[in-house]
């Protein structure tokens, strides 16, 4: 048996774990671990220019593959720095492993030299957490780590390691457990088949029925038994933001995402459905809108969830189901085709003209500006058509992110890769770094506005260092569009310190300056064929500004305090 | 509506900052909590006493049984329990007023633990409804000093709560 210190056996383990690549930046606490990095070849370390973007990216590489990426910081300030991106994996169910260094042990908790408590800090925002008390301890941590990380609902899982575990010269015997088991910790396996049973039979004598498809759908792998199953029904299909592509988004079932900014046939269908089968969501208050009590008034819910506290959170489920989704869908199918003759075929028929009378309405219409004005709705339509709908896309918060959700029609789950839950600017460059580095050859665009960009702009550094060739979409509207759509809704147009058009940097010269390509896009006219120009320098980072209208909204757009049906659908028409 | 929550965990750093943190992050109330270990070292039992309407009872329920550490809990509430606190209570007891501070100590079952010229220490154990109404009961004797453990509970009969 190899003999080995602390940071030895936290690499050895990562590596027995499968890790390709560690996100992370140096500092004093996390030193042992560098120089354990520094004298192995197996796991890329991939150095950031801010801990923020570490967990970004290694959240944006989670999301792409599937499997978990991995932070690695120093103490205190490098510690609260990946906090952010920690949150923003922790409201996304994202299975992430952050290694933070911390004071060596004799010196916890006595304000040295950049100690903070990590896991206090980290504490409401991770699955788990745990401090290494012991170097001979670390394999397990690892392997329980990764174990907590990606089974049942995912999330973040925060290790700290004081200094001292990982000094050079004090080795033990190392083995990588095979397997792990944690008496207070069994994720379900399955779910209830009497529930199964029970939601079946209600979903097949349903008269307006809707399928209601979100994130989970997506982490747990889910997508092809869904898109089966929708299509042996014959049902409508909506996604939530975090689910776009869990059902393919150009399938004639599809009715587009739900919620706040969701399609009016979308959210039509859901107020007026008679039963909702909602999987892998969780009835947020971005999809319910602000009155639960207005929320779907006729619906019988069906709720497959694998974490049973998502469940009659907000909305009461009348059929809970506790499980994973591939096992659930697995048997919910089998009984959707045994039980096929059930469905209502006329009713079914009536709802479809309904809901395609509701289409007509083309809430998603583009209107057209004058003067080779281009519209972000259009920046958006013209990536999706020259990327021909099969890039990997991120995006940052704001109506960007809402076009780009609204408009990139995405047939492929582990494509869409946003900030759902906590909203973060300055997640999509990194993000996309992540992304890329897990599918060299594929195309990555992120989609941003000028105001979330400048908030990790500083990774055009490592895009440089580690050659990826990412495609910044910019679409600059000169303002922190999404505030100040807000001001204008209900503000009087009072824009408060969401406007800063004097003083935005030459994202042209910026790209340059960190070695890039910058693009500047003004004219509609010259839209599809820059882009193409653009995404035709394979091997190059392009940065391309984009300036947009910077009056446009982002609709429909959901009226607060009112139920699913009650929309704006541009600044002169609500329902 | 009060509830007891009996929770088994890990007798493990940071295991019960997890279950305070869960209550103060999602705006739980904690009436009374109590912990310690098991005749299992490695397991810590926990008892919170909270109040809540059935829809965040059950939250909270599910919250406490996602920790990772939380091996098994149960709503002693939902069924036959014990419930029991104790109670050191020191008073003023001087002149005719010891008396009948000892009298009503006596009625209540209390024991005094310790005494000098001009005090009593009381303990006293029960439901917290009982101690309450002790306290009570003393109206007009000057009590110095309160210490209450919380509640803790176990179900009635068969039921056990255990690994
Ligand atoms: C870190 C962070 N700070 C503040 C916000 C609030 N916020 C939401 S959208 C938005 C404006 C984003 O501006 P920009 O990136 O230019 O996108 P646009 O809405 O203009 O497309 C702001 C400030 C946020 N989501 N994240
Ligand atoms: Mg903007």
């Known amino acids: 048996m190899a003999l080995l210190s602390g940071g030895e056996m936290l690499l050895r383990a990562l590596h027995d774990e499968g890790v390709e690549f560690i996100f992370g930046y140096p500092g004093g606490a996390a030193l042992h671990i560098y120089d354990a990095i520094f004298r192995q070849d197996k796991v890329e370390h991939i150095l950031v220019r801010h801990e923020q973007a570490a967990t970004h990216a290694a959240d944006g590489y989670t999301r792409a593959t599937g499997k978990p990426g991995v932070v690695l910081v120093t103490s205190g300030p490098g510690a609260t720095n990946a906090i952010t991106g920690i949150a923003t994996a922790f409201m996304d169910s994202i299975a992430m492993i952050v290694i933070s260094g911390q004071v060596a042990r004799e010196s916890l908790g006595s304000d040295a030299f950049q100690e903070t408590d990590m896991i206090g800090v980290s504490r409401p925002i991770v699955k788990h957490s745990f401090m290494v008390q012991n170097p001979q301890d670390i394999p397990e941590i690892i392997k329980k780590a990764f174990y907590i990380a990606t089974t049942g609902r995912p999330g973040p899982v925060v290790i700290d390691i004081p200094k001292d575990v990982t000094d050079p010269n004090v080795k033990f015997e190392y083995s990588y457990p095979e397997t792990v088991k944690i008496r207070s910790y069994s994720p379900p396996a399955k779910g209830h088949s009497g529930q199964i049973k029970k939601a079946v039979d209600i979903l097949l004598s349903a008269k307006r029925p809707i399928i209601y498809a979100g994130g989970g759908v997506i982490q747990g792998e889910g997508s092809e038994l869904l898109t089966q199953m929708a299509r042996k029904l014959g049902y409508p299909v909506t996604n939530t933001l975090m689910g776009l592509g869990a059902f393919p988004a150009t399938d004639k079932q599809f009715v587009g995402m739900l919620g706040m900014h969701g399609t009016y046939e979308a959210n039509m269908t859901m107020h007026e459905s008679d039963v909702i089968l909602a999987i892998g969501a969780r009835f947020d208050d971005r999809v319910t809108n602000s009155d639960v009590k207005k929320f779907c008034p006729d619906a019988t819910i069906l709720h497959v969830d694998i974490d049973p506290a998502s469940i009659s959170k907000t909305v009461t489920a009348h059929v809970p189901i506790v499980g994973p989704v591939v096992p659930v869908l697995k048997e919910m199918l089998e009984l959707v085709e045994a039980g096929k003759s059930k469905i209502d075929a006329a009713a079914l028929k009536v709802w479809w003209e309904r809901i395609n009378h509701w289409r007509t309405r083309d809430s998603l219409k583009v209107v057209l500006a004058d003067n080779d004005v281009i519209k972000p709705q259009q920046v958006i339509q013209a990536l999706y058509e020259v990327t021909q709908g099969d890039a990997y896309v991120t995006s940052d918060v704001g109506q960007h992110q809402m076009f780009a959700a609204q408009y990139y029609h995405f047939d492929k789950p582990r494509r869409w890769i946003n900030s759902g839950g906590l909203g973060t600017m300055g997640f999509g460059l990194p993000a996309a770094m992540g992304v890329q580095l897990a599918f060299p050859s594929a195309t990555v665009a992120c989609v941003t506005g000028e105001g979330s960009i400048q908030m990790n702009i500083q990774e055009l550094a490592t895009c440089k260092q580690c050659s990826l060739p990412v495609k910044i979409v910019n679409l600059n509207n000169k303002a922190l569009g999404m505030v100040k759509q807000w001001q204008d809704m209900q503000y009087g147009g009072r824009h408060s310190h969401s406007t800063y058009a004097d003083s935005l940097p030459d994202f042209v010269k910026l790209a340059e300056a960190y070695g890039h390509v910058g693009i500047k896009i003004e004219k509609l006219s010259e839209l599809k064929s820059k882009l193409q120009q653009a995404f035709a320098m394979k091997d190059k980072l392009v940065f391309i500004d984009v300036v947009v209208d910077p009056e446009e909204h982002v609709y429909p757009m959901a009226i607060r305090g009112g139920g699913m049906n009650e929309m704006f659908l541009s600044k002169t028409e609500r329902t | ?163």
């Open chain 2, 1 to 163: 509506m009060r509830r007891i929550i009996s929770v088994l965990m890990e007798n493990q750093p940071g295991a019960l900052s997890r279950v305070v943190g869960l209550f103060s992050q999602r705006n739980y109330n904690i009436n009374s909590l109590t912990v310690a270990p098991t005749e299992d070292p490695t397991l810590s039992r926990l008892t919170l006493t909270t109040v809540g309407d059935d829809r965040k009872i059950e939250q909270i329920i599910k919250h406490l049984n996602k920790l990772v550490d939380v091996a098994k809990l149960v709503d002693l509430t939902e069924g036959n329990h014990i419930e029991r606190e104790l109670m050191l209570i020191k008073v003023k007891a001087t002149g005719a007023q010891r008396a009948e501070v000892k009298r009503v100590a006596d009625i209540f079952r209390g024991v005094v633990v310790d005494i000098t010229p001009t005090m009593y220490t009381i303990q006293l154990t029960g439901t917290s409804d009982k101690l309450d109404g002790f306290i009570a009961a003393l109206a007009g004797t000057p009590i110095l000093e309160v210490a209450r453990t919380g509640v803790s509970g176990i179900a009635r009969g068969e039921k056990v709560l255990s690994l």
